[in-house]
């Protein structure tokens, strides 16, 4: 299985030099929260390996190989994990040798809306037509990134005991939750996806 996870890393080898320029170009730009930048990072990697999987024939070698469904799925959910602590790594690094400031809590809401993120789009990739899923991907991330902020911003001016009860969490406990709800969440489209791939023909 982890040999699944290496084949996507010697996939990717010619982009990661392109990915690593555009982290650096919002990093360097300034213009843009260091959430959004971890966000970025971590998201556009797991994408674009499971872009590669997209074609019939490449399911079909797959599945020739000896690992299971199952295991083919598991790749796919635990290189997303590698793939986002590397790239928080990465532009952790980036950021602090270009005096870019940031924080725990920059890398924890990015990190955890990549999850978040990857958890729908992962079992969709596999119900949507081939050659689909990535522009769904972008698509989707730019309506989010549109409509989420107002959202948000909307709901926290008027549900004021909602805001006030989460400002006045904990630290530990408000990112404990956040993890738990996380995991929950993640392991819930992992065995979703299982289920949609173990049934799917190619």
């Known amino acids: 299985m982890f040999n699944l996870i290496k084949r996507d890393f010697i996939l990717l080898k010619r982009q990661l030099l392109v990915f690593l320029l555009l982290i650096l170009f919002f ?7 260091p959430a959004f ?4 990072a971590s998201i556009i990697i797991p994408v674009n390996t499971i872009a590669y999987d997209e074609k019939p024939e490449t399911n079909i070698l797959l599945n020739s190989l000896p690992y299971t469904r199952n295991e083919i799925i598991a790749s796919r959910f635990l290189g997303a994990i590698v793939f986002i602590i590397l790239a928080t790594g990465v532009t952790s690094a980036l950021m602090y040798i270009f005096n870019r400031p940031f924080s725990i809590p920059d890398i924890a809401i990015g990190s955890s809306i990549a999850l978040l993120l990857l958890s729908l789009y992962l079992p969709m990739s596999y119900i949507i ?3 689909y899923s990535s522009p769904f991907a972008l698509v989707s991330f730019l309506v989010l990134a549109g409509i989420v902020p107002p959202i948000v911003s909307y709901f926290g ?4 005991s909602l805001t006030d009860f989460l400002v006045n969490l904990p630290v530990s406990i408000f990112y404990t939750s956040a993890l738990v709800l996380g995991i929950v ?5 992992w065995g979703l996806t299982t289920f949609i791939y173990r049934r799917k023909a190619f």
Do not use: A, N, Q
């Open 27 to 33: 990093v360097l730009m300034g213009k843009h929260d």
């Open 37 to 40: 930048i971890f966000l970025l």
């Open 129 to 131: 037509k081939p050659g």
């Open 157 to 160: 001016e008027r549900l004021t």
């Open 185 to 189: 969440f993640y392991g819930t489209s």
